[in-house]
């Protein structure tokens, strides 16, 4: 029983992982409708970044916290003007474009490359002052690293929530998601949006790269293990909810940790996509998804 | 010279130079970079039915090209049935999975379609990885499988020199771009532009889309296969990761895009613009750098999409066209295509 109860923490805990990435990933894709494939890689780079603060300056990792997701934010703010916008205005009649999806891919391509090229392919791991510490929850066993990580990724969900909710910012952001043209009659730049919406999907890529790096090494292709499930979180939770990252990446997380006490891990790979499946082919719009989004 | 007869002049020159090229290269290192630039074009081509004329971005070819190694290798290996017919066989079972992957995935928009041929894909790799066998046949899970060295022999689709590699990726090569041409000036071709442009218009029309998908789909993976038991023979070993890996599917999508998707020539321009490059990289820069060749890779992906964004083909016919008029002093024709 212990063991089961301790497999649902962890699941849980490391879905909210998978959930914080899906977050900027699902941002991006209800604003834009654009599928970024090189979302893991600017995880990567967020993780990469936090490494080496953390290496470099010996600092708290969630001191890093502050330095590494807006150093994000103007990265993806670039990143969507200068590449993504150009591609994009070219498609703009297309409702959901496919060249934008294939310029992504390759900005993937390219960042995990560098991440070869300057830092080698091997695993690296940061000691920090909270890294292998954990507490105990009657009879189970809670690290804090991933206890720490869980609580961020819930309080960057709620924030954000309140963002798009409050803000008049965060109205602009929905407004343009729900109906460009009109959002642009109503004198909201488009563009500005879109730089926006990618600027705040990869800072959550840099908070997320923040708060894994003190419990799981960081190596250049490392965004694939987060990218597949991404995708697959927010297809379950329904593209552009926010709650339905979280949900979708916690449930991910369970499924997988539950799964692998009784089969090898490689299985629970193999399961985790034919869930993905199963939902596209039955409820395609997910949880929370709009229908017409579909 | 009319200008017809330069366009067939220039093919029948390529064919020449194509079929003689084998004599003048003494370097098997070269000739495989030839062979597996051929391969990437056959790939393509393949690919493009479905990617290019049907307009919609499958990302899960190498699929098809793992079951067109496995079948034939495993029926080989096994009950010594020539991969010549475990091919063909392949080739069935590919356009099978093919047609159950898209009947249900066609009718979804652009993204969700591509990233539902990836999770087909990545599912069954990962089940392939996870299997010693599926009842009688042996796949050895991750390891792979390894073809045991029998020496020349046609009938086992095994040469000790790489000439006969050369002819019959180039024999697949033409095969398959002449199918392609076909289909393209048929009614087939038609539907499948009208279908991939219009889906709602083509369909108001009387076209059955769908249908067409699928048969575009059913051949697409049926090529793709072939290309997989060629691609064992070539190496005499595979293995899961290696071979239907994502980043084999996302090539063959990055040729066909740099190339020009749709287009006829658009495959081959794309595998001459990047394989060379690749190996190139590969060979004499990994050491060093390792990466650098997908960063260059990546950025030529990335301007092309921004400054062609239909590929390098239309540039290039445009190009082609004013030369030739020239050539062929059509004047008036060269005043027009300005």
Redesign the interface.
């Known amino acids: 029983m212990t063991a089961v109860i301790q497999a649902v923490l962890n699941g849980t805990m490391m879905g909210s992982m998978y959930g914080l990435t899906a977050l900027g990933l699902t941002l991006i894709?209800g604003v834009m409708?654009?599928?970024n494939f090189a979302h893991g890689s600017l995880l990567m780079v967020g993780m990469f970044a936090a490494y080496w603060l953390i290496k470099l300056t010996g600092m708290h990792p969630y001191f890093a916290l502050f330095i590494v997701p807006p150093f994000l934010f103007f990265f993806g703010y670039f990143m969507q003007d200068l590449?993504i916008k150009?591609?994009f205005k070219?498609?703009q009649q297309v409702?959901?474009?496919?060249?934008v999806?294939?310029?992504t891919?390759?900005?993937?391509?390219?960042l995990?490359?560098?991440?070869?090229?300057l830092f080698?392919?091997e695993y690296r791991t940061v000691r920090t002052a909270i890294s292998g510490t954990s507490f105990m929850l009657g009879e189970v066993i809670v690290s804090i690293p991933k206890f720490s990580g869980f609580v961020v990724a819930v309080a960057t969900a709620v924030g954000l929530a309140l963002f798009m909710k409050k803000t008049r910012t965060g109205k602009a952001l929905q407004a343009t998601s729900l109906d460009r043209e009109a959002a642009n009659l109503m004198g909201i730049d488009q563009y500005r949006i879109y730089n926006l919406a990618f600027g705040i999907g990869t800072a959550i890529a840099g908070i997320a790269g923040c708060v894994i790096i003190p419990f799981y090494y960081v190596y250049?292709s490392v965004g694939v293990v987060f990218d597949?499930r991404a995708?697959?979180i927010v297809?379950l939770g329904g593209l552009g909810s926010i709650k339905g990252a979280m949900l979708g990446g916690i449930i991910v997380g369970l499924i997988e940790s539950v799964f692998s006490q009784y089969i090898?891990s490689?299985?629970t790979?193999?399961i985790i996509?034919?869930i993905?499946?199963v939902i596209?082919?039955v409820k395609?719009s997910g949880f929370f998804g709009h229908k017409q989004d579909? | 010279m009319s200008r017809k007869q330069l366009d067939l002049a220039l093919l029948g020159l390529a064919a020449v130079v194509s079929f003689a090229l084998p004599l003048a290269i003494e370097s098997p290192t070269y000739l495989q970079i030839l062979i597996l630039l051929f391969f990437y074009a056959y790939l393509t081509t393949s690919w493009n039915l479905v990617g290019g004329f049907a307009g919609v971005l499958p990302l899960g070819h190498s699929v098809f090209v793992g079951i067109g190694a496995y079948t034939s290798t495993i029926l080989s290996l096994q009950y010594g049935i020539s991969p010549w017919i475990g091919m063909l066989v392949g080739g069935a079972l590919a356009a099978l999975v093919g047609v159950m992957i898209g009947k249900p995935t066609f009718r979804m928009r652009g993204a969700y379609f591509a990233l539902c041929t990836i999770a087909f894909a990545e599912g069954i790799r990962v089940m392939i990885e996870n299997l010693d066998a599926i009842g009688p046949f042996k796949l050895n899970g991750p390891r792979g499988l390894l073809i045991p060295l029998k020496g020349d022999s046609f009938w086992n689709y095994q040469f000790m020199h790489k000439e006969p590699y050369y002819y019959i990726i180039l024999f697949m090569l033409i095969l398959v771009l002449a199918l392609t041409w076909f289909i393209s000036k048929s009614r087939m071709g038609y539907y499948l532009a009208a279908g991939g442009d219009e889906p709602e218009a083509a369909q108001a029309l009387g076209v059955n889309v769908a249908r067409y998908k699928l048969i575009a789909m059913a051949m697409s993976s049926f090529l793709t296969a072939l290309a997989g038991t060629f691609y064992a023979q070539l190496m005499l070993y595979f293995y899961p990761k290696g071979l239907m890996g994502l980043d084999l599917s996302f090539e063959i999508a990055f040729i066909a895009l740099i190339g020009g998707r749709g287009t006829i020539a658009g495959p081959l321009i794309g595998a001459l613009a990047l394989r060379p490059l690749n190996e190139f990289t590969r060979i004499y820069l990994s050491d060093q750098l390792p990466g650098l060749h997908l960063v260059i890779f990546g950025l030529i992906l990335i301007m092309v999409m921004l400054f062609q964004p239909k590929g390098l083909t239309p540039p290039l016919a445009k190009l082609y066209d004013r030369l030739a008029n020239r050539i062929t002093g059509d004047k008036a024709a060269e005043g027009a295509s300005k």
């Open positions: 894709f409708k654009v599928v590449v150009p591609v070219a498609e409702r959901e474009p496919l060249t999806i294939i310029v891919t390759g900005v993937w391509y390219v995990d490359n560098l991440a070869l090229m080698g392919a250049p597949i995708f697959i297809v090898t490689t299985w790979e193999a996509y034919a993905f499946l596209l082919f395609p579909w």
